[in-house]
């Protein structure tokens, strides 16, 4: 069993770095349809594959510390529940974060939950001057936990780096001033 670093915790979740441990998660949560309706529906996936993704990932910690996508788990019962990220976007200058959830957790708070820890660790740790989230136009759901993480809807964008998977996507976007301006203080 590979040692796995914590990132941030949440009264109810650890977020950690992944590790070859995790392979069979990340398949079971890659090759899920419902999860993917709103990524890549044609998205297919082997276990080689996150083999891969996962050397990729752990590659990204080395390369960029403080960025990358982490496995998230509910702390209770250490059940991994699903993933978030905070990376570059493309050159724009702009953080984009992003999470999947697995299916038995939606509707449990988790995706806002982890969305809140990491935009404040992106804000007060990374110093992002702005994060962006992005979701394909039906995706309600994902849509609503970037406004109640205090996310504002800009409208549609299209990003040229991917526009042959998705064409044009639903906007968000927090600045860090606004952040700070509203984040919780811990005195």
Not at 124 to 133: D, F, L, Q, S
């Amino acid at each position: 069993m590979q040692h796995s670093k914590t990132l941030l915790e949440t009264s109810r979740l650890r977020i950690r770095e992944f590790t070859l441990d995790d392979v069979d998660d990340l398949l079971e949560i890659n090759s899920d349809p419902r999860v993917l309706k709103y990524i890549d529906p044609t998205r297919t996936t082997s276990r080689e594959k996150e083999i891969e993704e996962v050397g990729r990932i752990r590659q990204e910690y080395i390369d960029t510390p403080g960025l990358g996508v982490w496995a998230v788990d509910e702390k209770s019962s250490g059940a991994f529940s699903g993933l978030i990220l905070l990376r570059t976007l493309y050159d724009t200058g702009e953080y984009e974060i992003g999470f999947r959830t697995t299916p038995p957790n939606w509707g449990r708070g988790f995706a806002t939950e982890s969305v809140r820890a990491v935009l404040a660790h992106g804000f007060n740790t990374i110093e992002a001057p702005v994060i962006v989230g992005l979701t394909m136009p039906g995706n309600i759901a994902s849509q609503r936990v970037l406004l109640k993480a205090g996310l504002r809807h800009m409208g549609q964008r299209t990003l040229p780096e991917c526009a042959d998977i998705w064409p044009v996507l639903e906007h968000f976007r927090l600045e860090r001033g606004d952040y700070l301006k509203s984040a919780p203080r811990g005195d």
